[in-house]
């Protein structure tokens, strides 16, 4: 976040069964951590699993909104690729889009292909990263539910959040239930691992 502006905007949209509310309360715990103000909102599609989702975190100081307004968000976290354009309200010049590479099937619509999402969203901002999370979890992990905490940790450790790693990971340490924690620590270290193998290259 910098120094002169003074709330950091996120919004998350993926489908139900995705974890976003998990997610949520990370940022949370995080930033509460960190010794800032947080508000958050939980929107649509919430009982309804593989429907749409779609969460708002503010950060900051003098935030009177859970919501994010059109065209503020700072950071907008894709955990299904498409769900990507239905945020793309939200998006500005400076807004980064870290997208999931992960489709799920829209009955009767055939998919929107990573090309033509990416173009769609480049008439917002050029700010825009594709990672296979799911694919990376599933491989190294032997399950993808945790993919959304791996872009998560993925954004603080690349300084798109205001959040430092060592915060996030003692707030998902603190929100994580015990008998999913040691997955969770794991998912950490996963994208400690991924971040430095990308400054590598």
């Keep these: 976040m910098k120094k002169d502006k003074k709330q950091f905007n996120a919004v998350i949209v993926g489908t139900g069964g995705q974890g976003l509310i998990t997610m949520l309360q990370i940022i ?3 930033a509460m951590i960190k010794g ?4 958050t909102s939980e929107l649509h599609g919430l009982s309804q699993r593989g429907g749409s989702v779609e969460v708002h975190a503010r950060i900051g100081r003098e935030i009177y909104s859970p919501l994010v307004a059109a065209g503020k ?5 894709s955990l299904e690729q498409q769900e990507s354009l239905n945020a793309a309200v939200f998006a500005g010049p400076e807004t980064f889009f870290l997208i999931n590479r992960f489709i799920s099937p829209i009955p009767f619509q055939p998919p ?3 090309k033509e999402i990416e173009r769609l969203l480049r008439g917002k901002t050029k700010k825009i990263s594709f990672v296979s999370a799911s694919e990376i979890c599933k491989k190294e992990l032997g399950t993808p539910v ?3 905490i791996f872009l998560l940790a993925l954004a603080s450790l690349k300084k798109i959040l205001p959040i430092d790693f060592e915060s996030f990971s003692r707030a998902v340490s603190e929100a994580i239930p015990k008998k999913y924690l040691e997955l969770n620590l794991k998912t950490l270290s996963l994208a400690e691992k991924h971040a430095s193998n990308q400054k590598k290259d």
């Design 146 to 148: 945790t993919s959304g």
């Design 28 to 30: 949370s715990r995080a």
């Design 73 to 77: 968000a700072d950071l907008i976290l």
């Design 36 to 39: 800032l103000e947080v508000k």
């Design 112 to 114: 929107v292909s990573e």
